[in-house]
């Protein structure tokens, strides 16, 4: 963050300065875990129903902290930031810190005031901030954008899905005078959602890439998610970008809702930041030629599925709209890597078992693209098996539920359960009742009798596997993240260490 003092922070955020000097300056990061302050830092004293930061705020002082945004002195210097007026305090927010009255609201808009703030200040002197959004690869896209971004200067972007009232304003106060880009990621789970965060931190480039099923259950259906996306590009600049993805006609029409200039991006014949030529490799790793009106170039990706071409492509216009020469940004792509854990996070153990893990989070867009993923890679590759006999390897799809999917949820699974089918996918192995209707779904599509598989739990799974599992197989685990695959994930790694 830009250096301040506490007195010019409670101007901002409209509070006082309390139990300290406000001459005090912030010049460290701003921290809402007391662990991560570094020294001359800011903590952040966000209220909550199991723990309350306000009890480490003296910790925090004693450590180095230069301060606490609060919403009640506490005893060591502090800004208190003012209660919301009644009515005000966003549903979001109170959901996120889980108070009762309101005071976490009232922290997390004191830090959206800042944030605004310091972004503002920084824009002025150059800095260019990037929106990222969409229903599925928002993260992927957010790393490969600043991936390429680094080499152009320094650039911020969050770790893993932090995109939301919290992690939107931190992410943005990690930026200082020598940050030239700024890459967020933003999420909606309800109509002006995405407004709000690009109020707190106004993006110049904006970058929508789909408009899927997730969260369908709070928003009614896809034409309003599509309302909810395209907030980003209404609050673009004049002078800004939206990078509209061309092969989603939801995404496409949201060209209308920007005074911003469009760029498009996909294979559609009017993108002008287009894949042509795509091709995967036996770990269905992608390759394809980066078309653009300034030239076109190879790009032979290392990361698994064919879904991330449209990703590379918006990071590719992204980079392009700041300096890259069509050249650089194809070599670039063609070492990104994935910075974010369990999104295709391919591993493949010593007995030639591969784990495919994309257990963060579902819906049915991502379901289908790792599916495709997962195909690829078994007919790709083949094992050996027992008699030294070579065979196309065996692909295990061990799926659980996806969430927030409302009255489409029963289709929905049944539609993911047939397309492991068609797919010929070898196994499916379905956790949980929540996700019951993807094992119907496989049962009922073809002559599948057996290959799919109805577990309870977590561990079943892992028992099963552990049993069935056999050299050179392909495994997919993949769930919304309440469902926690995750856990099978590691259990099939673990398996996997000498």
Known sequence: ????????????????????????????????DSRKLTPGGL?????????????????AVESGAAGVLAARPVGVPAVVVPPLPPGQAHERSVALTGDTDGSGAAVLAGLAKL?????RELSAKGLTVVGVTGSSGKTSTKDLIAQLLEPL???????????????????ALRADESTRHLVLEMSARGMGHIAGLARTAPPRIGVVLNVGSAHVSEFGSREAIAQAKGELV??????????????????SAMESRTKARVVGVGEHPDAEVRAEDITLDEQARPSFRLVTARGSAEVKLQLHGEHHVGNALS?????????STVDEIAARLSTVERRSARRMEVTTRADGVTILNDSYNANPESMRAALKALASMSRGGRARRAGGREEHRRSWAVLGEMGELGADSVSAHDEI???????????????????????QGASHEGSWGEESVLVPDTDAAIALLREQLEPGD????????????WRVANALLEDGVA
Request: proline share 5%; aromatic share 6%; hydrophobic share 50%.
């Open 43 to 59: 903590f952040v004293a966000l209220p909550g129903e199991k723990v309350d930061g306000h009890d480490f705020a003296a910790k």
């Open 417 to 439: 359960g047939r397309l492991a089918v068609r797919l010929n996918i070898g196994k499916l192995v379905v956790v949980g009742e929540g996700a019951a209707a993807m094992h």
């Open 474 to 485: 392909v495994v997919l685990v993949k769930a919304s993240n309440f469902a926690q695959l």
């Open 153 to 171: 200067g320094p650039t911020v972007a969050p770790p893993g899905s932090f995109n939301n009232e919290l992690g939107h304003p931190w992410t």
């Open 115 to 119: 944030a605004r703030y310091v972004v």
């Open 234 to 251: 209404e609050a673009l600049p004049e002078d800004g970008v939206a990078v509209l993805n061309r092969d989603d006609p939801l995404v």
């Open 1 to 32: 963050m830009i250096s301040l003092t506490l007195a010019e922070i409670a101007s901002i955020v409209g509070g006082t300065v309390h139990d300290g000097d406000g001459a005090t300056v912030v010049t460290g990061s701003v921290e809402f």
């Open 315 to 323: 990071a590719a216009a992204v980079a392009l709209e700041l300096g």
